[in-house]
C-alpha cells in the first residue's frame, strides 16, 4: 500500500515565524488532503490538494504529484496554529493513508 | 450541509462490555468511511461503505468489530467484548460518491476502556 511520511516530526515556532511543513507519498494519488488537528482532537480540514498550489488565509499548499510531495506553508504563525498537521492520500476513492503527523508548538 | 456528526462524544466502559457508535454523514454523501486513532498516532482506516455495501475492511478491523449502514444514511460500529486495546479515538467521515472527492470528518467518539 501506498506510505506517507511527514516531516518534521516537530517544530517548535515563536508566534510570527513561518514554517513549510513536508509530506512524501509513495505511489500515485489522486487525492490529497491537509488536515490540523487541534488539542480537542477535531479534524479540521486545512486543503483538499491533489495537485496544484492553493490558499487559504495565511496558509498555503503546493502539490507536485509528478514528483510525490506536498508542502504545506505557514506565514505568520499564531498560537492557535498549534497542534498536528495531517496529511493524507488515497488513490481513485479509496480509503485515506495518513502520514504520522507534524506536531506543532507556537510560543507567545 | 450540518457536518459529520458522531455520538456519542466519549464512552467510558469495563473491559468486557460491548459498545456502539453513529455516524451521521453529511447527506447525499454516498460514501462513509470509519478511522481509529490511537494517541500519537494518524488515524487508520477500519472499513468503508458505498451506500448501504461493506465495500472494504482493513485486517485491523477484528471478528469482535462490526459495522453497518442499513439504509445508506446513518452508520454504526459495535465493538463486542470490548478490549483495553480497543481505547482509541473513532472517527467517521463521507464524502460523495464519485472518486477524487474531499473527505469531511466528525469529531469523534473518544473510547475508554476501564
Known amino acids: 500500500g501506498i506510505q506517507v511520511e511527514q516531516s518534521p516530526p516537530d517544530l517548535i515556532l515563536q508566534e510570527g515565524a513561518n514554517s513549510t511543513l513536508r509530506c512524501n507519498f509513495s505511489?500515485?494519488?489522486?487525492?490529497l488532503q491537509w488536515f490540523h488537528q487541534n488539542p480537542w482532537g477535531q479534524l479540521i480540514n486545512l486543503f483538499y490538494i491533489p495537485s496544484g498550489t492553493k490558499q487559504n488565509g495565511r496558509l498555503s499548499a503546493t502539490t507536485v504529484a509528478t514528483e510525490r510531495y506536498s508542502l504545506l506553508y505557514i506565514s505568520s504563525s499564531q498560537t492557535t496554529d498549534s497542534g498536528v498537521y495531517f496529511c493524507?492520500?488515497?488513490?481513485?476513492?479509496?480509503?485515506?493513508?495518513f502520514g504520522p503527523g507534524t506536531r506543532l508548538s507556537v510560543l507567545p | 450541509d450540518t457536518g459529520v456528526s458522531q455520538d456519542p462524544r466519549h464512552k467510558i466502559t469495563k473491559r468486557g462490555q460491548n459498545v456502539t457508535f453513529r455516524c451521521d454523514p453529511i447527506?447525499?454523501?454516498?460514501?462513509l468511511y470509519w478511522y481509529r486513532q490511537t494517541l500519537g498516532q494518524g488515524p487508520e482506516f477500519l472499513t468503508y461503505f458505498q451506500n448501504e455495501a461493506q465495500l472494504e475492511k482493513s485486517r485491523l478491523l477484528s471478528d469482535r468489530f462490526s459495522a453497518e449502514r442499513p439504509k445508506g444514511s446513518f452508520s454504526t460500529l459495535e465493538i463486542q467484548r470490548t478490549e483495553q486495546g480497543d481505547s482509541a479515538m473513532y472517527l467517521c467521515a463521507s464524502s460523495p460518491g464519485w472518486s477524487n472527492q474531499p473527505q469531511h470528518f466528525g469529531d469523534g467518539t473518544r473510547l475508554s476502556i476501564l
Open positions: 447527506s447525499e454523501h454516498n460514501r
Open positions: 505511489d500515485s494519488v489522486n487525492n
Open positions: 493524507a492520500v488515497a488513490y481513485y476513492g479509496q480509503n485515506f493513508v
